[in-house]
T-cell receptor, first 115, second 110 residues
């Protein structure tokens, strides 16, 4: 149980394009999902907290207009990197928390490379 | 502000030894802790969570929580090369948001 998937697992795009990453909880309902970013050999950095049916809460320094988050259902959250630039290249990881727990289960991550 | 510290590391142990990973925290109100393992290039994977003072065992892993001293540790018995990874200690806060330690990198030598 407690499986979280992400799609795509990797993506390469041109500078200026937008990329959408999906995060799904496969066998449980998640009221809260989190989006992280991790650069090589660095710690996880929380970008935003996504609650189903409401606007995401962004961490300080994260541009909400650049990283659009939608949490339309209890099993799906999406992160759209708009007008991506090479400095946005990173490993994006989501996690999900079930309805009656505070345990975060992580997705496998999406590696984004912007050329 | 809630802080979780993992100051030791990297840690290198021979295969078959016990690896001891430690974590301290600043918020006396913290009630539970999580240990995640992260292999290089992969996302974190939950190993254990602990809510109560004392020990919690799961296979080769034992989590220990001492609320009076504000530390939580993870012991890995009979360490294997496949245990080589970064281990993250985390404490949940409001809205299940986690405060992570910076991680300890464990290397198990064959």
């Amino acid at each position: 149980g407690a499986v979280v998937s992400q799609h795509p697992s990797w993506v390469i795009c041109k500078s200026g394009t937008s990329v959408k990453i999906e995060c799904r909880s496969l066998d449980f309902q998640a009221t809260t999902m989190f989006w992280y970013r991790q650069f090589p050999k660095q710690s996880l950095m929380l970008m935003a907290t996504s609650n189903e049916g409401s606007k995401a809460t962004y961490e300080q320094g994260v541009e909400k207009d650049k990283f659009l988050i939608n949490h339309a259902s209890l099993t799906l959250s999406t992160l759209t990197v708009t007008s991506a630039h090479p400095e946005d290249s990173s490993f994006y990881i989501c996690s999900a928390v079930g309805l009656s727990t505070d345990t975060q289960y992580f997705g496998p991550g999406t590696r984004l490379t912007v050329l | 502000q809630k802080e979780v510290e993992q100051n030791s590391g990297p840690l290198s142990v021979p295969e078959g030894a016990i690896a001891s990973l430690n974590c301290t925290y600043s918020d006396r109100g913290s009630q539970s802790f999580f240990w995640y393992r992260q292999y290089s290039g992969k996302s974190p994977e939950l190993i254990m969570f602990i809510y109560s003072n004392g020990d919690k065992e799961d296979g080769r892993f034992t989590a220990q929580l001492n609320k009076a001293s504000q530390y939580v540790s993870l012991l890995i018995r009979d360490s294997q090369p496949s245990d080589s990874a970064t281990y993250l200690c985390a404490a949940p806060g409001a809205n299940s948001k986690l405060t992570f330690g910076k991680g300890i990198t464990l290397s198990v030598r064959p």
